[in-house]
């Protein structure tokens, strides 16, 4: 097959637990032809969407871990498949990149995730989709909700809508005297509307990554265990991956949310999950890959290239 990679740059990847990566290794070892371009390689022209794109060769040695042949504009629906896997932030960026994706695929190509889906299930806030099996939630960018919601419970989290790897999240008990500036600063005085959960102790076992691959839970997750001191367990946070085997639970939330996710054209995702509640949908770019192949043996890539092969 010949796949596209919508990627950031590659000097940037960090080949010891990309998960981009490790999918082009198990896809260039099957035979298929590589081909990579960023965001900004994406143009609409004469009723086509085209891609500035570069056939990548693997060396399998680092640091020149690649090469690439010279550019040429192609139109996408000439690719078998067009994989985004753009890292967040989720910005209007990002959403032009999905609109013109969803052009290419009314001429027949092939995206996965889906633009569409990617779009609809906002990484932060399609949990409300599942309110079965999350934790109390507020969506709001009004201080005095967000107060309210800091008296009811006591000790909760705070984050932005868009962010990735932990950034900007925030532990807040309810004595803490930072709170208004807290707030003030996550919502840029009440301008920007974020997410406040009940803070939910079990982040001490591991905020676990759930991967679903073709609607189908991977049998290990990845628990990301914060480091002493830190509530965030994001591995860009300092985090310790420790892979585990799926808990009832986590199977029952994988399973359930399965079938929807592959209907809604997400091949791919990463459900958060700490203790029994899920806290995350994450579908641009899920990570993990290479940690649960190396600590449980199951080779995750190869579980994604044979989902990708089957939809085509």
């Keep these: 097959m010949k796949l596209a990679f919508i990627v950031d740059p590659l000097d940037e990847f960090k080949l010891e637990k990309d998960t981009t990566y490790a999918i082009m290794r198990e896809a260039a070892a099957r035979g298929h032809q590589l081909h990579v371009m960023q965001q900004g390689d994406l143009a609409w022209h004469k009723q086509i969407v085209l891609g500035h794109t570069s056939r990548l060769h693997l060396s399998g040695s680092t640091p020149d871990w690649y090469r690439l042949d010279s550019p040429h504009d192609t139109p996408l629906e000439e690719f078998d498949a067009v994989l985004m896997r753009k890292d967040p932030p989720f910005d209007m960026e990002y959403v032009y990149s999905t609109y013109l994706l969803e052009i290419a695929e009314r001429r027949g190509a092939r995206v996965f995730n889906r633009p569409q889906a990617i779009r609809d299930f906002n990484e932060k806030m399609a949990i409300a989709r599942f309110g079965e099996f999350t934790a109390p939630t507020l969506v709001t960018r009004t201080a005095e909700r967000l107060r309210r919601f800091l008296g009811e419970h006591r000790d909760i989290i705070l984050k932005p809508l868009d962010g990735m790897g932990g950034a900007s999240i925030f532990r807040v008990r309810n004595d803490d005297p930072n709170f208004s500036v807290i707030i003030e600063t996550l919502t840029a005085n009440e301008q920007r509307t974020v ?106 890539s190869a579980l994604f290239l044979d989902s990708l092969e089957k939809s085509l």
């Design 195 to 300: 997410m406040a959960q009940r803070y939910i102790p079990e982040i001490t076992n591991g905020d676990k990554r759930v991967l679903v691959i073709g609607g189908k839970p991977v049998p290990y997750c990845l628990a990301r265990i914060p480091k002493e001191g830190e509530t965030r367990g994001n591995l860009a946070a300092g985090g310790k991956g420790v892979a585990r085997e799926l808990t009832a639970r986590d199977r029952l939330i994988a399973e359930t949310l399965g079938p929807q996710l592959s209907a809604a054209g997400l091949l791919l995702v990463g459900l958060d999950v700490i203790g029994d509640w899920l806290t995350e949908v994450n579908v641009t770019s899920p990570t993990c890959f290479q940690e649960i192949t190396a600590q449980s043996g199951i080779n995750v």
